[in-house]
């Protein structure tokens, strides 16, 4: 949905703004349908509670950025910082058991080392989530209602395993500089720089082994104006 709303913003030509759009109200059809159906069938976990607040309050100093402060008390987390923690967890779950699916299934060494480091990458991200919730005195209830087969054959290609590996690194590094941008406490923002440098790494690493063997696409790009005026 986030996807297609950016191509959205960038679209001028009526048929590719009308591809978009509808492309948006597909997905968020979908969204709701299947966010309905995990959660009756107790397959999707619903973020902490939190007490609905009765008045509007300020921030009235800056010691609400605070998260390094060795004498006070931290503040405690507010309900933005909570949601995206508790979607970081329910996210690197997901790509967890996507990724382990796909180091079971590929037959190229290469290839596997690299969907075997991404799961500890996730794990990494999961613990630093958790640990962070915990520490604020709030339980974790994200959770997947799904388990990996044992099975070894492998669906698609490593070609596509490596290029929804890709997809998902791009919304990680999306998904985090959005944490960072509505979180407040220093602390969780040098996290989320710390979470981002090692997703940048890591799509980087994929990123050339795809163009060792030959499975990125090169996109369309301006003509070669220097080179054609030599």
């Known amino acids: 949905m986030a996807m297609y709303s950016i191509s959205f913003n960038m679209a001028y030509r009526e048929d590719i703004i009308s591809i978009f759009d509808n492309l948006s109200s597909l997905s968020k059809k979908y969204y709701k349908i299947s966010t309905r159906y995990l959660l009756q069938n107790g397959l999707l976990s619903s973020p902490p509670k939190v007490t609905m607040?009765?008045?509007?309050?300020?921030v009235k100093n800056k010691s609400y950025l605070n998260g390094?402060?060795?004498?006070?008390?931290k503040r405690p987390l507010n309900d933005l910082e909570i949601g995206i923690l508790h979607h970081g967890i329910e996210s690197n779950l997901i790509g967890n058991q996507l990724i382990t699916g796909f180091a079971q299934c590929t037959n190229t060494k290469e290839v596997k080392k690299y969907f075997?480091?991404?799961?500890?990458?996730?794990?990494?991200?999961i613990k630093m989530f958790e640990d962070t919730l915990h520490n604020n005195y709030?339980?974790?209830s994200a959770?997947?209602?799904?388990?990996?087969?044992?099975?070894?054959?492998?669906?698609?290609s490593d070609k596509l395993m490596m290029y929804c590996t890709y997809l998902l690194n791009g919304f990680g590094l999306v998904g985090n500089s959005f944490g960072a941008m509505f979180?407040?406490?220093n602390d969780l923002i040098i996290d989320s720089g710390s979470i981002g440098k090692d997703i940048f790494l890591y799509n980087n690493e994929g990123t050339k082994l795809m163009i060792k063997n030959g499975w990125l696409e090169e996109p369309p790009q301006m003509e070669d104006r220097a080179g054609l005026t030599k």
Request: zero cysteines.
């Open 116 to 125: 075997k480091k991404g799961m500890e990458l996730s794990n990494k991200q």
């Open 53 to 58: 607040p009765k008045t509007t309050e300020f």
């Open 183 to 185: 979180t407040l406490r």
């Open 143 to 156: 959770f997947i209602g799904s388990t990996v087969t044992t099975s070894t054959m492998p669906p698609f």
């Open 68 to 73: 390094f402060n060795l004498f006070n008390d």
């Open 138 to 140: 709030i339980q974790s």
